[in-house]
């Protein structure tokens, strides 16, 4: 998903000729600690509640704070999961979008983010979610996808992170049913390490225990 499918076009801007004081209650009411300075569509920076408060004279214009307007934006044909990453490093609560002719067309913001991240994770699917504990060089994804198809099942979404001060990686796995005991004891059956299960209609059950189970049941 694009970032130009989640900008939002709601009155963020402030023009240079405001006043500081005018963009502190601004902030205030957006609740945000950044606002872009934008002058008619050209995008002139982000300025900084920080830099505000550091201002001595209120009344003064932001064109008397222009050296420290911070000039971050990201464009709107960039995937979504480039402004999380961006947002996240510079500390950002609002990204200024612009478009191929470097034209600012509005923000970004956590609020109008979330349902698209969410979308695009297809947490709007039903189904459950399984995470497996891997080597970093062990990751089969090819192997692991023909696992779960060859339960009839079909994968939604899935994310790889690696595990701090480890060789093992995280992998989240969502797909479209509930009912996994099969998909999750073939996992174990070949020595895959399914730490956890979410969405999987038995919440109270450990899944260990549930593999331990099956498997009793598939030796009768």
């Not at 214009?61 to 044909?77: I, N, V």
């Not at 950002?92 to 994770?121: C, F, M, R, W």
């Not at 709007?124 to 995470?131: D, K, L, R, S, T």
Request: net charge negative; glycine share 4%.
């Amino acid at each position: 998903m694009y970032i130009a499918e989640a900008h939002t076009q709601v009155d963020y801007e402030l023009k240079t000729t405001d006043s500081i004081s005018y963009a502190l209650n601004k902030m205030s009411e957006l609740h945000t600690h950044q606002l872009p300075v934008v002058d008619q569509h050209s995008f002139l920076g982000i300025i900084q509640e920080e830099q505000l408060l550091d201002a001595i004279d209120e009344d003064a214009s932001l064109a008397s704070l222009s050296m420290h307007f911070r000039f971050l934006y990201l464009y709107g044909d960039q995937h979504i999961y480039d402004a999380l990453q961006f947002m996240t490093a510079h500390h950002l609560d609002i990204l200024p979008v612009l478009d191929k002719d470097n034209h600012y067309v509005g923000i970004l913001t956590a609020n109008s983010l979330l349902p698209q991240l969410n979308e695009t994770l297809g947490n709007n699917e039903p189904g459950a979610i399984i995470v497996l504990e891997l080597g970093k060089n062990d990751v089969s994804f090819s192997h692991i996808a023909h696992l779960i198809e060859s339960e009839n099942t079909r994968i939604i979404s899935t994310a790889v992170r690696e595990i701090a001060d480890s060789t093992k990686v995280e992998m989240t796995i969502k797909v479209n049913k509930q009912n996994i005991a099969s998909l999750v004891a073939s996992l174990w059956r070949f020595d895959y390490t399914v730490t956890a299960t979410f969405n999987d209609g038995n919440p109270d059950t450990d899944i260990k225990e549930r593999y331990d189970i099956l498997m009793n049941y598939l030796n009768l």
